[in-house]
């Protein structure tokens, strides 16, 4: 069964510029989070939805983060404009819900952007 | 040590021996703890979990203990492998919620 798919897995933009990160969950995955992460740290919690509702977006810097979910499947996050802070690796994991581990979340490989 | 972007604690370890690797969380609610794995250039990978009423939890090679009095989280690998080196993060979710806190991580280093 195939893991969860990111793209790109890397982009270099200017600063200013859009960038837009797409993510396949993983088939019958209900939950799918998208995660910051920067050098030498965790991940940070961007958004979560549950089915196509984004049930947690407290930590989306939604002047310039945007992020769907149509269909309930797969997701796009989307920084318009870009700043030199957002490099960083965007991060997508889905999980089922009702599992016996709750935080047995699934990651995809990440998506690695620099900003110049 | 305490990690300061970069400079991750870091864990070196022979081939063969055990591994503890420790981490201290920040929220005394927090109810559910688990442990990831991070390879490098790949996302995190769930190793075990464990409910705040358990203090001890086992899996294959891996057993994690909690010690919710100092509110400490360990994670110790038996027979420390070189497939094992990776950086590894502790990660709670406070009562009542679904959002899960990653903690600093730990790079493990296993050498021969």
């Known amino acids: 069964e195939a893991g969860v798919v990111q793209s790109p897995r890397y982009k270099i933009i200017e600063k200013k510029q859009p960038v837009a990160f797409w993510c396949n969950p993983i088939?019958?995955?209900?939950?799918l989070y998208w995660y910051r992460q920067n050098l030498g740290q965790g991940p940070e919690l961007l958004i979560r939805?549950?089915?196509?509702?984004?049930?947690?977006d407290s930590q989306l810097p939604k002047d310039r983060f945007s992020a769907e979910r149509l269909k309930g499947v797969d997701s796009t996050l989307k920084i318009q404009p870009a700043e030199l802070g957002d490099s960083a690796v965007y991060l997508c994991?889905?999980?089922?819900?009702?599992?016996?581990?709750?935080?047995?979340?699934?990651f995809g490989e990440g998506s690695r952007l620099t900003v110049l | 040590g305490e990690s300061v972007g970069l400079h991750l604690p870091t864990l070196s370890v022979q081939e063969g021996d055990n591994s503890i690797i420790n981490c201290a969380y920040s929220?005394?609610?927090?109810?559910?703890f688990i442990w990831y794995k991070q390879e490098s250039g790949k996302g995190p990978q769930f190793i075990i979990d464990i409910r705040s009423n358990m203090d001890k939890r086992q899996g294959q090679r891996v057993t994690v203990l909690l010690n919710k009095t100092v509110k400490h989280l360990s994670l110790q690998i038996a027979a420390t492998q070189p497939g094992d080196s990776a950086v590894y993060f502790c990660a709670e979710r406070p009562y009542n919620t679904d959002k899960l806190i990653f903690g600093t991580g730990t790079r493990l280093q296993v050498f021969p």
């Open positions: 929220n005394s609610a927090s109810d559910y």
């Open positions: 939805y549950e089915n196509e509702e984004a049930v947690d």
């Open positions: 088939s019958g995955h209900n939950t």
């Open positions: 994991a889905s999980s089922l819900s009702g599992g016996t581990s709750p935080g047995e979340l699934f």
